[in-house]
């Protein structure tokens, strides 16, 4: 009896519409953190300042803020000091935007990467939105370190159970901007102009989610757009959770929840599909 | 027995020519609405799509500890089957199953980050290239052996020379502990000492330590030295599978059907004497060849056709050799020797060049052909013909080359 040989692995034209292998990708654990690493040191080999940067861009972003918005605008706080309003926001939104933009030129940044050697491709915009996890975690800790100064001169703060949501809120930002980001990536390869659109699209969009102003302050026929938006819930149950003010309810967070891993899914199917004949379109 | 490394079973890819898309959103949408309402519109565009088989049914099986030469010409597909083998990209039809794992080396230093230091890239590289962080470690030392680098570890590679980065790059790749290892022309890069400790590299790990090798070149010498097996590819089809000097005779074979000159129209000259087509004669072996090697007792066979050709003057032939750049290098010609011609006045002759000690470095040169008497051109082609030289033995056996930049010619020297 003729025995049938057995083979590790086959390369075939099958395109399966989702896979998320789980396995090969942990085979690959250590590039995944060595991408980590390198993002990391060749962000601060390149300035001057280093990683001072991270704290300077959300500092002059609230303080413009503070100006433009709380001072000539207006616009109310919900009784908040200024920064500790403008803060969270700020930090969040940089976090979530960063893993739009840098997923949404994956496959353009690395196209000679992806054209010469092979590894579960998912890894790369994995690793970028855990690297920017890092400068997150960073501007966390000045936004603390303010809050615990701020209560030093008087403000009362209001911890709340729900910090302990804040892992949970940073993966749903997580999980959306790479859901989006690499919808945005998978559709650029094809049509090159939606690249065009990202960026100012990222900036205009957050004025559709509570960064600059409270949902309590929306008129009350726009609140319910602005409730569409994923991250309005997520911005204000983490004010919520620090300062006491915003709105938290369940519902939303289960609206959120749903919607980011609908976009996540989406994300990650359409990544797979472009993934492999990327290579022959470029 | 030994176990079957990797299986191609009619692997076949194909590109489509031209635009893949409108390249428009819009445009694209559009074009779907109307596939919609009307399906025979979409199944005429599909056709219209210009299909181009890059490979075709290609198959073959390599054993456990096989070194296989991949070789072609340029645009035979060997790159896209290294790429359909290295899962960069997917084949169209057909499937490959093997055993093992797979590190690919499609060139050297893919991923290399300039701002980290040598140390840092020789894990990234290592990671990228399917490297765990203990294979890396426990190699580390001999990686940085290999590459000659020590001194410059902490120093970010963008302050490397290119020589330093190439070498650090393949002493990373040299490493992989992979059970296949896939290998494009990377050894055209480096100085010749390099490569040649590249080569040595590659023999030890297919012969060595059992480990199946893929290799493209076009240098038939490091195939030949290297590898156990060897595909021949034409435009995308199997030309042969098997005896590695059976195939690289196939291949030099087809070569030499591309050199006829008698095609070709870009020529000057009343045409009374013509240049047919010219030969390499190997001197040694007496046989028509285009592998070349500086040292070789060489001989032109020039084949001429005369057509009511008028002797009334000294004939010249001359070749001119030019290298890769378009510099003349040398002349050969009879009126710089003084030597007499005996053509013939009509129909087809000969006439026999030879070269004693072919002092042409390793390189691409090429040769043009000028027939002239009297003042009177007959026949005169610009780069007629290339031709190149792919080893060395100017010197004997296993002596080293000119470096890479000190030239292109030999001199008979000696030390005395």
């Known amino acids: ?282 | 027995m030994t176990n079957t490394a990797i299986k191609v079973e009619n692997v076949s890819k194909s590109y489509i020519k031209g635009a893949i898309s409108t390249g428009t959103l819009s445009r694209d949408i559009e074009q779907k609405i109307v596939s919609i309402f009307n399906p025979k519109k979409q199944l005429a565009l599909k056709q219209d799509a210009n299909l181009v088989w890059s490979l075709k049914d290609i198959n073959f099986e390599l054993k456990q500890g096989e070194a296989l030469g991949i070789i072609g010409k340029n645009g035979a597909g060997k790159s896209t089957l290294l790429k359909i083998l290295s899962r960069v990209t997917t084949p169209t039809k057909g499937a490959i199953k093997g055993n093992g794992r797979i590190a690919s080396l499609l060139e050297v230093g893919t991923g290399f980050h300039p701002e980290l230091s040598g140390r840092e890239n020789i894990y990234l590289n290592g990671a990228i290239l399917g490297m765990k962080r203990h294979e890396i470690k426990k190699n580390f030392d001999e990686i940085v052996d290999f590459s000659g680098v020590e001194s410059y570890l902490d120093t970010p590679v963008k302050r490397y020379s290119s020589g330093m980065y190439v070498r650090l790059a393949f002493a990373v790749a040299a490493h992989l502990e992979s059970e296949i290892l896939i290998v494009d022309e990377v050894l055209a890069v480096g100085d010749a000492d390099f490569q040649k400790k590249c080569l040595g590299k590659m023999g030890s790990i297919s012969k060595g330590q059992g480990r199946t090798v893929l290799f493209v070149s076009h240098n038939m010498q490091s195939i030949q030295s290297l590898c156990s097996k060897a595909l021949l590819l034409n435009k995308g089809t199997m030309q042969g599978f098997g005896n590695v000097q059976e195939m690289i005779n196939n291949y030099m074979q087809n070569q030499e059907n591309n050199i006829s000159l008698i095609d070709r129209t870009d020529r000057k000259g009343d045409g009374k004497v013509k240049v047919i087509n010219i030969h390499f004669i190997d001197k040694k072996t007496e046989k028509i060849t285009n592998n070349l090697y500086a040292g070789m007792r060489l001989v032109f066979d020039i084949e001429l056709a005369s057509n009511q050709f008028k002797i009334s003057s000294n004939l010249e032939i001359s070749l001119g050799i030019s290298d890769q750049y378009g510099n003349r290098i040398t002349l050969i010609s009879n009126k710089v020797s003084g030597q007499t011609l005996h053509p013939l006045t009509n129909g087809n002759w000969s006439q026999k060049i030879m070269i004693n000690h072919l002092p042409l470095a390793i390189g691409k040169y090429t040769i043009t052909v000028f027939v002239a008497s009297g003042g009177q051109i007959h026949d005169w082609v610009i780069d007629a013909l290339p031709f190149s030289i792919e080893s060395d033995s100017y010197f004997g056996e296993l002596v080293h080359t000119l470096p890479t930049g000190q030239g292109s010619f030999y001199l008979d020297f000696t030390y005395l």
């Open chain 1, 1 to 282: 009896m003729k025995e049938q040989p057995k083979y590790d692995w086959t390369i075939k034209s099958e395109n399966p519409w989702f896979k998320l292998d789980l396995v090969n990708t942990w085979e690959y654990k250590d590039l995944f953190f060595l991408l980590i690493k390198r993002d990391f040191i060749a962000f601060y080999k390149q300035t001057i300042l280093g990683p001072l940067w991270f704290f300077i861009q959300p500092i002059l972003t609230m303080i413009v803020f503070s100006f433009v918005f709380g001072k000539i605008g207006n616009i109310s706080t919900n009784n908040l000091p200024k920064p500790l309003f403008y803060l969270p926001g700020i930090i969040c939104w940089n976090y979530f935007a960063e893993c739009i933009l840098k997923n949404s030129t994956v496959f353009r940044d690395n196209a000679n990467l992806f054209s010469k050697v092979y590894f579960p491709r998912i890894i790369l915009p994995m690793s970028i939105v855990f690297s920017s996890m890092v400068r997150f975690f960073i501007q966390l800790f000045l936004f603390i370190v303010i809050l615990v100064i701020y209560s030093f001169k008087g403000f009362q703060i209001h911890l709340s159970i729900t910090i302990l949501l804040i892992p949970y809120l940073l993966i749903l930002m997580a999980a959306l901007g790479q859901g989006l980001g690499l919808i945005i990536s998978s559709l650029t390869t094809k049509y090159r102009d939606l690249a065009l659109l990202v960026n100012f699209g990222v900036q205009l969009l957050m004025f559709s989610t509570t960064v600059t102003y409270p949902l309590s302050a929306a008129p009350n026929n726009f609140k319910f757009l602005i409730e569409l938006n994923p991250m309005t819930t997520i911005l204000e149950t983490f004010r919520y959770a620090f300062l006491g003010q915003g709105t938290f309810s369940i519902t939303a967070i289960l609206y959120t929840t749903v919607t980011t891993i609908i976009i996540f899914l989406l994300g990650i199917i359409l990544f797979n599909k472009v993934e492999k004949n990327f290579i022959d379109t470029i």
